[in-house]
């Protein structure tokens, strides 16, 4: 056998592997343009009303799939449509859920007239807001169901459930869960 017989018997294995890299890097591709949107969305953050857990310029990735087994929870940082504006994604933190009570009283929120602990605040205080010109609100607030009232953890800087009231959770697009970007920022969001 020579030399040149040798790479002419190599060539249909060389072709198969190569036709093999192609349909996986297709296959990836569809996935990833058809399947991935489906379960994950990434963000970029333009605002400074999470500042303390998430800065802005930071992406983080907000997955679609938890809130189709489970509603939100308090703690969950998630995205959701604008009350004003729904073609506009905010993020805040859920703080109460259906049929709980809110109140804002020395520079803290209470729940069912408790004080929560809200570590992510940075101690900083939280004050009502005046609320947008088409909502009312008054405290205590008790949340109708299938409601939630969300907050930044940023308090002195956030357009949040003091403005815009509480929001349906049908307008919920998922939790976030991880930063990816900055690179020295990566890593999950804890709740």
């Known amino acids: 056998m020579y030399a040149g017989d040798h790479a002419r018997s190599n060539a249909p294995a060389i072709k198969r592997a190569l036709r093999r890299l192609i349909g996986f890097l297709l296959l990836f591709a569809v996935a990833n343009w058809g399947i991935m949107p489906l379960a994950l969305q990434a963000y970029a953050i333009p605002s400074g009303s999470m500042e303390g857990t998430i800065l802005v310029g930071d992406r983080v990735y907000s997955e679609r799939i938890s809130y189709y087994l489970h509603e ?74 299938d ?25 919920v697009t998922g939790k976030a869960v991880f930063t990816y970007w900055p690179v020295p920022r990566i890593g999950l969001l804890d709740a």
Not at 101 to 126: C, F, M, N
Not at 147 to 171: C, H, K
């Open 147 to 171: 409601e939630l009232w969300v907050m930044g953890d940023n308090r002195t800087n956030s357009q949040d459930s003091r403005y815009f009231g509480s929001v349906p959770v049908e307008s």
């Open 72 to 145: 939100p929870e308090p703690g969950d940082i998630i995205t959701f449509h604008d009350p004003a504006a729904p073609d506009r994604i905010l993020i805040k933190r859920v703080i109460a859920t259906g049929g709980q009570t809110v109140d804002l009283a020395d520079g803290r929120v209470l729940i069912d007239g408790q004080p929560i602990d809200e570590p992510y605040t940075g101690g900083k205080p939280t004050y009502p807001l005046d609320p947008a010109w088409n909502v009312e609100l008054s405290y205590p607030y008790v949340i109708p169901h």
